[in-house]
């Protein structure tokens, strides 16, 4: 959905080890992100109204992890910045097909 999706090994890291920092986090393989950015009933937002600096937040199911990630991109170069296990409203507005209009 976005492009050739991809992550340098920094922030690669950053979201295989979420739960150092997040105790109960999911700890996530990006390949699941590339998942979920290609799932058909996935939920583009872009801009993400929450970015302040313009990122394009994807909420999307991956099979291999088994649920729906949030997935923030950097629309410049379609870098992965972070990603996370998906609850809330995003996981409402996925559960229920909504594209959001910034």
Same mark, same amino acid.
């Given at each position: 959905m976005?492009?050739?999706l991809w992550w340098d090994d920094e922030?690669?890291?950053?979201i295989r080890y979420r739960s150092t920092r997040y105790p109960g986090a999911a700890d996530l393989e990006?390949?699941?992100?590339l998942e979920a950015a290609e799932d058909p009933?996935?939920?583009?937002? *872009? !801009?993400?109204?929450? /970015?302040?600096v313009g990122y394009t937040r994807i909420i999307g199911y991956s099979a291999s992890a088994g649920f729906v990630l949030t997935v923030i991109? *950097? !629309?410049?170069?379609? /870098?992965?910045?972070?990603a996370w296990k998906?609850?809330?409203a995003d996981l409402r507005d996925y559960l229920e097909g909504k594209e959001v209009q910034p």
């Open positions: 976005v492009g050739e922030d690669a890291r950053h990006p390949a699941w992100t009933q996935c939920v583009v937002r *872009d !801009p993400d109204p929450k /970015s302040r991109v *950097d !629309p410049e170069d379609n /870098s992965g910045v972070t998906t609850r809330g």
